[in-house]
Every structure is written in structure tokens, then in C-alpha cells.
């Protein structure tokens, strides 16, 4: 499980609709790495 927060700012270059996981209004968390880049994009 990688847990680094380069990692989890890089997550934005995903293939994945980053919508997803960057509106609050339609938080669609599959992985924690997901949770810990948008917890760190939401401060």
C-alpha cells in the first residue's frame, strides 16, 4: 500500500474522471490513496 503524498498529489494525472473524487457534491472514493488526495486537495 503506498502512502506518500507526492503519490497521492500526483493522483490527479489519473486516467479517472477526477470529478469524481474533487466535487464534495459527488465524493466517489474507491482506494484509500484517493481519500488521502482529496483530503489533501481539499485543504
Same mark, same amino acid.
Given at each position: 500500500m503506498r502512502q506518500t503524498a507526492p503519490e497521492a498529489v500526483d493522483h @490527479?494525472?489519473? %486516467? =479517472? %474522471?477526477? @470529478? =469524481?473524487?474533487q466535487t464534495p457534491d459527488y465524493v466517489v472514493v474507491e482506494t484509500a490513496l484517493e481519500v488521502t488526495a482529496y483530503s489533501l486537495n481539499a485543504r
Open positions: @490527479t494525472r489519473t %486516467p =479517472a %474522471p477526477e @470529478t =469524481a473524487w
